[in-house]
Nanobody, 124 residues
Framework: QVQLVESGGGLAQPGGSLRLSCTASGFIFSTYGMSWARQAPGKGLEWVSGIYSDSSDMVYSDSVKGRFTISRDNTKNTVYLQMNSLKPEDTARYFC?????????????????WGQGTQVTVSS
């Protein structure tokens, strides 16, 4: 079955960096788009970034554009989210998600599986 396991979360200071990882299993990773979404306390799910199956295209929400970078290693079945210049408003639980197809979008309807998430807290 499809499994997505996130790691790399933790506590960071404002302006700091964290790198999240998501290791996938149970499907042919290299043929599916992947994404990262987040949910802050008391708020809905926000899609922040997506990456095409072959890394040919990436998308970012306006809230993270220029600060976050998504990447993937299809030989390791892993997708990453490098988060720089972190802000307190980036505090959330971060989830990776698998797309229905090879695309990269920021629309929840395009994704069918996601992991349990990893907590990111940005605070001084």
């Amino acid at each position: 079955q499809v499994q997505l396991v996130e790691s790399g979360g933790g506590l960071a200071q404002p302006g700091g960096s964290l790198r999240l990882s998501c290791t996938a299993s149970g499907f042919i990773f290299s043929t599916y788009g992947m994404s990262w979404a987040r949910q802050a306390p008391g708020k809905g799910l926000e899609w922040v970034s997506g990456i095409y199956s072959d890394s040919s295209d990436m998308v970012y929400s306006d809230s993270v554009k220029g600060r976050f970078t998504i990447s993937r290693d299809n030989t390791k079945n892993t997708v990453y989210l490098q988060m720089n210049s972190l802000k307190p408003e980036d505090t959330a639980r971060y989830f990776c998600a698998k797309a229905h197809g090879s695309w990269a979008t920021l629309f929840r309807v395009d994704y069918d599986y996601w992991g349990q998430g990893t907590q990111v807290t940005v605070s001084s």
